[in-house]
């Protein structure tokens, strides 16, 4: 595990005093903002390339022809 270090102004020190008034102490509260802040970052990323994906011209054209092919499968 390492140790950060780092300037917090007002706010953050009224935001940590807050988040610790609890049982939780300051050093949890900042462990969970990280992976809080990554995993919104991880979720802009996944979001990002569906995006892509789903707007991917050749893409959507094989999945059309793909669904057309299917049509004559259907039972009824």
Not at 62 to 74: G, K, Y
């Amino acid at each position: 595990m390492s140790t950060i270090t780092f300037r917090a102004d007002d706010d953050v020190n009224a935001a940590l005093a807050d988040l610790t008034s609890g049982d939780r102490d300051r050093s949890q509260v900042i462990r969970e903002a990280i992976l809080a802040a990554w995993q919104t970052r991880q979720a802009e990323r996944l979001r990002a390339e569906a995006e892509a994906v789903a707007a991917d011209e050749d893409d959507l054209a094989e999945a059309r022809s793909v669904l057309a092919d299917m049509e004559s499968l259907r039972a009824w």
